[in-house]
């Protein structure tokens, strides 16, 4: 990496703003708005100015969920993917897996009646350039992306009561950010 990585004057941040911005976008993107933020964000390993790990555990608005997101610059390889829980069931996408569902229930004695099935086999490769296709078709054909500016404030937002959070050791309102 180059020294300006390093710099809090230059680069804002470390681990938060290089990859947890993109899972706050991806959470964002998935469950909507979120109402609050409770993080720690340390330097633990390195010898740098900003943070080499970040956890943030948020409340969604209008789902009835939470969240956390977990980044380290620090971490040894290991689950890199996105979980998401619901009530019948979940998705798990791991790019070296692939993307596989289980839906069922719970009986109240116990009893788990649950199916598994891969959706789309791994490893999952070439997003990027898969993503760049969709984003030129899109304007190609003149349609509405869905994300502007106001999707990259918010996932700025969320991430910037992360760092108050830390800070102050509280929970942070996300609206208090804007």
């Given at each position: 990496q180059s020294r300006w990585f390093y710099d809090p004057q230059l680069a804002g941040g470390g681990a938060l703003w290089d990859m947890?911005?993109?899972?706050?976008?991806?959470?964002l993107w998935l469950l909507g708005p979120v109402r609050s933020v409770q993080a720690m964000v340390r330097t633990l390993r390195k010898k740098?100015?900003?943070?080499?790990?970040?956890?943030?555990?948020?409340?969604?608005?209008?789902?009835?969920?939470l969240g956390y997101i977990e980044v380290g610059?620090?971490?040894?390889?290991?689950?890199?993917?996105?979980?998401?829980?619901?009530?019948?069931?979940c998705i798990v996408v791991e790019p070296e897996k692939g993307l596989r569902l289980t839906t069922g229930d719970?009986?109240?004695?116990?009893?788990?009646?649950?199916?598994t099935r891969m959706v789309m086999k791994g490893p999952l490769q070439d997003g990027w350039s898969?993503?760049?296709?969709?984003?030129v078709r899109a304007l190609r054909r003149g349609d509405d992306l869905d994300s502007g500016i106001e999707e990259g404030a918010a996932a700025v937002a969320v991430?910037?009561?992360?760092?108050?959070?830390?800070?102050?050791?509280?929970?942070?309102?996300?609206?208090?950010?804007r």
């Open positions: 947890g911005i993109h899972a706050i976008d991806l959470a740098i100015e900003v943070e080499d790990n970040a956890v943030l555990l948020m409340e969604f608005e209008r789902a009835a969920a610059w620090t971490s040894p390889a290991g689950f890199r993917g996105v979980e998401i829980m619901g009530d019948r069931g719970t009986a109240p004695d116990g009893k788990m009646n649950m199916r898969r993503e760049i296709t969709e984003v991430a910037l009561a992360g760092y108050r959070s830390s800070q102050t050791g509280r929970a942070v309102d996300v609206a208090s950010i």
